[in-house]
């Protein structure tokens, strides 16, 4: 059973970093691409940074480039998210998700495991 976990969110002052992980279990999170999004309440969902899998690239979305980094450990078969320079903005419950896809990576309609998000929350 494809798993993943979250966990690092909190509570940070703006200008602050933040580091979330993933942790896949009952699969190898190297053979799917795992995207980070994030939702406010009462807002759509939104596709932050993807990592393709087996390490065929990244992309973010224009609100978070420069300041987000996603990266992977295959050893800990688990999945990051640096979050730099915050702001009020980035508050929001974060997600990561897996897909198996080639030709479409981290579309939500591809997913086959969300994780259960974590809470970050930006302010002074």
């Known amino acids: 059973q494809l798993q993943l976990v979250e966990s690092g969110g909190g509570l940070v002052q703006p200008g602050g970093s933040l580091k979330l992980s993933c942790v896949g279990s009952?699969?190898?999170?190297?053979?799917?691409?795992v995207g980070w999004f994030r939702q406010v309440p009462g807002k759509e969902r939104e596709g932050i940074s993807c990592s393709r899998r087996k390490e065929r690239g990244t992309t973010y979305a224009d609100s978070v480039k420069e300041r987000f980094i996603i990266s992977r450990d295959n050893a800990k078969n688990t999945v990051y998210l640096q979050m730099n320079n915050v702001t009020p903005e980035d508050t929001a419950t974060y997600y990561c998700?897996?897909?198996?896809?080639?030709?479409?990576?981290?579309?939500?309609?591809?997913?086959?495991?969300w994780g259960q998000g974590t809470l970050v929350a930006v302010s002074s």
């Open positions: 998700a897996a897909d198996p896809t080639t030709l479409s990576p981290c579309q939500e309609k591809f997913v086959e495991a």
């Open positions: 009952g699969f190898t999170l190297n053979n799917y691409n």
